[in-house]
T-cell receptor
């Protein structure tokens, strides 16, 4: 089946630093999504990307749909303590296939 | 108002028992899903339903039987629970099968002892 490789697995950063994480796929995707999961909660959608090369922002978050359609990255600028959580990339390559998730990046922010 | 709600949030039960998890969405969506999140936080699709019809069954053991009485509800029944079934189960919904953005419930943490 399709696989998504998400990196890094975990990150420890100082408050105020910028963060970057990425996701690569073994196959082409038509849609990339980024989710955040807080402890004890379900994943919450942050950003959705639909076109190769697309760059989309949501506050301090910016995500890009890679030109090859096999990768995506998420940047968080000026991190704050509430950014702590697990970030998941997810992708879909056609209307007949389900959403596939990466294994997550666990972000810890040190105040 | 909670968009996708699951009950119960926690479920502890013995091996061999049968249990159900209920899910309801008030978003007016046509498509609903069940995902399983293991101890390493890996999220894997189990079932997809569109307009009460099963679309995807991702090689889930037939001890797991989803039921969708209407578009707003997708329940998950599990027979003969095993230790390996312990996980967090998430219900999700999307506007329709062609729309990718899925909205998740809070999850049900199932522990089989």
């Amino acid at each position: 089946g399709q696989q998504l490789n998400q990196s890094p697995q975990s990150m420890f950063i100082q408050e105020g630093e910028d963060v970057s994480m990425n996701c690569t796929s073994s196959s082409i995707f038509n849609t990339w999504l980024w989710y955040k999961q807080d402890p004890g909660e379900g994943p919450v959608l942050l950003i959705a990307l639909y076109k190769a090369g697309e760059l989309t922002s949501n506050g301090r978050l910016t995500a890009q749909f890679g030109i090859t359609r096999k990768d995506s990255f998420l940047n968080i600028s000026a991190s704050i303590p509430s950014d702590v959580g697990i970030y998941f990339c997810a992708g879909r390559n056609s209307g007949n296939t389900p959403l596939v998730f990466g294994k997550g990046t666990r972000l810890s922010v040190i105040a | 108002d909670t968009a996708v709600s699951q009950t119960p949030k926690y479920l502890v039960t013995q091996m061999g028992n049968d249990k159900s998890i209920k899910c309801e969405q008030n978003l007016g969506h046509d498509t609903m899903y069940w995902y399983k999140q293991d101890s390493k936080k890996f999220l894997k699709i189990m079932f997809s339903y569109n307009n009460k019809e099963l679309i995807i069954n991702e090689t889930v053991p037939n001890r797991f039987s989803p039921k969708s009485p209407d578009k707003a509800h997708l329940n998950l029944h599990i027979n003969s629970l095993e230790l390996g079934d312990s996980a967090v189960y998430f219900c999700a919904s999307s506007q329709n099968w062609g729309v990718t953005e899925a909205f998740f419930g809070q999850g049900t943490r199932l522990t089989v002892v």
